[in-house]
């Protein structure tokens, strides 16, 4: 068996990618002329699965998509799909293939944000094209992994299907485990040292959380349809090997569950801080109101303007006031101590 190095054809937009490779008689071929593809596949010839040709797209032409029409003849609401990278994932049955949208995700370490790029794929009996915005490293590394062991992984459509899906899966739970850091910060900066910050972190995380499971759930279902229908692509090892996938996503669907619930514990616990400290805030300046009204009062007796006065004359009547005002003072914070109120 030869090995190659994937052979790429620059389009003229200078962006687009397109790769084929072709597994025929124990070899790899990477000079296809994608006018023979139509007929490595067999497309017109039943039974023909000794050749199998992976076509990978990335930022596709309209060359690249009549491509898909003229050599495979997908049909166009599926190369539709595959071209819109909005959708969500799903499966379709069409006329001797499948199409699936998968996501691939990662987290972005520039923007420190999560990145999400769809993967359309149209699986055949001897063929897997792949379509997708930019390169996906995801994608690369399952194409040279194929080519270096082809004798392990296999070259059937559900081989490699498996394989492809089962690293995009795996690569999920770095993400998870990121989310799952992020979130051990939140609960200290709420509950060690709590900060009003921590707010905007919370809703942040939660929005991520939401994202990612509005993608696995749907692929949930994908995997799901593919295991328990009756799928000539796909033979009974394909599909045991499929359920390994799809207990992997149940396992992260869980994870993504239990941290949106220790982020809503979390913020209900930032609710019922802030609110504490608020009305720490209020009972402070109630108390202080009592005080400060209380010496007012006394201020306010021996303000006015009446000339017979109690002690209006007497020398030691300023000294009386003020030490009155202190004596009431202290007598209302000793009785809010006692009360456990300050």
């Not at 199409?99 to 691939?104: A, S």
């Not at 001897?126 to 915005?133: A, E, F, K």
């Not at 690569?171 to 200290?188: H, K, M, S, T």
């Not at 930032?270 to 400290?277: E, H, K, V």
Request: with cysteine; net charge negative; glycine share 6%.
């Amino acid at each position: 068996m030869t090995i190659h190095q994937p052979h790429e054809q620059k389009l003229a937009t200078g962006k687009s990618r397109r790769r084929i490779i072709c597994h025929s008689k124990g070899q790899f071929q990477v000079d296809v002329d994608p006018a023979d593809i139509s007929e490595i596949i067999g497309h017109n010839t039943i039974g023909k699965t000794e050749d199998f040709l992976w076509l990978d797209l990335a930022d596709p032409s309209e060359e690249d998509i009549a491509l898909l029409s003229d050599e495979f003849g997908f049909h166009h609401l599926s190369i539709e799909d595959a071209t819109r990278h909005h959708e969500r994932p799903k499966v379709e049955a069409y006329d001797g293939y499948y199409f699936l949208v998968f996501y691939e995700v990662h987290f972005d370490q520039q923007s420190q944000q999560l990145a999400t790029s769809s993967i359309g794929l149209f699986i055949g009996p001897n063929y897997l094209v792949s379509v997708h915005d930019g390169d996906i490293q995801i994608i690369d590394e399952t194409i040279v992994r194929w080519r270096k062991n082809e004798t392990v992984i296999g070259w059937g459509g559900g081989a490699l299907l498996y394989h492809l899906l089962d690293a995009i899966v795996d690569g999920y739970f770095p993400v998870i485990d990121q989310l799952a850091d992020r979130v051990e910060g939140i609960e200290e900066q709420i509950f060690e040292r709590f900060r009003q910050s921590a707010l905007q972190e919370v809703f942040k995380l939660k929005r991520d959380l939401l994202g990612i499971r509005r993608i696995v759930a749907p692929e949930r279902d994908v995997l799901n349809v593919l295991i328990r229908r009756e799928v000539p692509v796909f033979d009974q090892d394909t599909i045991k090997y499929l359920q390994d996938v799809y207990d992997h996503i149940i396992r992260i669907t869980d994870s993504i569950d239990t941290y949106r619930d220790l982020l809503s514990s979390a913020l209900d616990a930032f609710l019922s801080i802030q609110s504490n400290q608020l009305n720490q805030v209020v009972k402070v300046l109630t108390i202080t109101s009592i005080v400060l009204m209380s010496c007012s009062l006394v201020a306010g007796i021996y303000g006015m303007n009446f000339e017979f006065i109690p002690e209006l004359h007497w020398a030691f009547g300023y000294p009386f006031a003020l030490g009155l005002m202190v004596a009431i003072s202290g007598a209302l914070i000793l009785f809010f101590k006692k009360q456990e109120w300050l």
